[in-house]
Nanobody, 124 residues
């Protein structure tokens, strides 16, 4: 069992940066691949980034490549999402999720545990 709590959301101007954090509870955190998802009003939840259990492999949605960076610290049971050059249309609730996988994965159905989300609002 893994419980996830996100933090770091807020209001950010277009072109600005924000770092989201996710803290996990449970003894087997390092056994899970982790991901960050977002869901905008009226849209489906989409994966923006995934990271392998070791942190050695990452994957990104094409829309955020070169701007977002996912990382993890297994000793602290933390996952981070650094978001740069944010766009107003990236306003959404951002979720941290855990998958019982070794490799970085973007498939929503593979993720078993979810946080409650943190709101990110981009202003133009």
């Amino acid at each position: 069992q893994v419980q996830l709590v996100e933090s770091g959301g807020g209001l950010v101007q277009a072109g600005g940066s924000l770092i989201l954090s996710c803290v996990a509870s449970g003894r087997t955190f390092s056994s899970y691949a982790m991901g960050w998802f977002r869901q905008a009003p009226g849209k489906e939840r989409e994966c923006v980034a995934g990271i392998s259990w070791s942190g050695g492999s990452t994957r990104y949605a094409d829309s955020v490549k070169g701007r977002f960076i996912i990382s993890r610290d297994n000793a602290k049971k933390m996952v981070y999402l650094q978001m740069n050059t944010l766009k107003p249309e990236e306003t959404a609730v951002y979720y941290c999720a855990a998958a019982r996988k070794i490799i970085a994965t973007m498939g929503r159905k593979l993720y078993e545990y979810w946080g409650q989300g943190t709101q990110v609002t981009g202003s133009s």
